[in-house]
């Protein structure tokens, strides 16, 4: 018995391919979920690694993890909160900096998040992070299979997720992840 790949590669073209897997998806079969996301995207014509719809993202920074005084981090906050509360912070962790003063500037929750997002966009222009590449195939009777893709700084793919993860909510997980440019 043909395994669920060969029953696709005997198929003659894309066209067939991708509304067999559209029909079996939306049954709920899954006769086709065994095949591996990376090749059966390849079975339908697509590579990972080209997939059109991409969005950079990495680890969110901390503030907590830089020991430098907060001074050094708060360009972000400039036109953000009042210059007065700017001014407030540099002289009172300069002043933390030249042992003048027990502890560092505080920072509200909110400034901290300003900063921490203003590194981690920095991070990912620096070129930290990886990419999410998205891609929907339309089948001949208009069901959208789904892919999503990670993609590393030298192209590859190093994670494949398609229709069937997706659909079992095994796709990428951005969550608490520093979201960068899409293109």
Same mark, same amino acid.
């Given at each position: 018995? #043909? +395994? ?10 894309? +066209? ?7 029909? %079996?998806?939306? +049954?709920?079969? %899954? ?5 591996? #996301? ?8 697509? *590579? ?18 830089? &020991? ?53 966009? *920095? ?7 990886? =990419?999410?590449? &998205? ?7 208009? =069901? ?12 590859? &793919?190093?994670? &494949?997720?398609? #229709?069937?993860? =997706? ?17």
């Amino acid at each position: 018995m #043909p +395994s669920p790949t060969e029953i696709l590669e005997q198929m003659e073209d894309y +066209s067939t391919r991708i509304e067999a897997v559209a029909k %079996d998806l939306e +049954s709920g079969a %899954d006769r086709f979920a065994a095949v591996d #996301p990376y090749r059966l995207s390849e079975l339908l014509g697509r *590579q990972p690694e080209e997939f059109e719809s991409r969005t950079k993202y990495g680890d969110r920074v901390s503030l907590d993890d830089y &020991c430098d005084p907060v001074y050094y981090h708060l360009a972000p906050l400039e036109g953000k909160i009042p210059e007065a509360r700017v001014k407030d912070l540099t002289k009172r962790s300069e002043d933390f900096e030249a042992d003048k003063a027990e502890t560092d500037a505080e920072l509200t929750p909110s400034e901290k998040t300003i900063i921490e997002d203003a590194l981690s966009e *920095q991070q990912l222009e620096d070129g930290g992070g990886w =990419i999410v590449a &998205c891609a929907s195939i339309e089948s001949p009777t208009g =069901i959208e299979l789904e892919f999503q893709a990670e993609i590393g700084d030298g192209g590859e &793919c190093f994670g &494949c997720y398609g #229709p069937y993860q =997706i659909r079992d909510g095994e796709g990428v997980n951005v969550e608490g992840l520093a979201e960068g440019e899409s293109w």
